[in-house]
């Protein structure tokens, strides 16, 4: 409930792919909701990219909560359950 977004590989040999040095991009965050996937993007030191689909379990409210940063942010903006 801290603005950690817990994803799993929808395809569990996509871990194969990361390298030490890559450098990580989450797509498509604007579109989280739930049972939605997240793409995640490495780009590897020699400039080359790989993505791959990545599933979340967030209910509706959770999703809420990631995007205000964490749910004690979202109860300062004033939202109420």
Known sequence: KQGVLPLTFADPDDYEKFREDDRVS????????PGSEVIVQLKHSDGSTESFSTKHSLTQKQVEWFKAGSTLNWIAAGQRT
């Not at 989450?26 to 909701?33: D, E, P, S, V």
């Open 26 to 33: 989450i797509r498509n965050l604007k579109q989280l909701a």
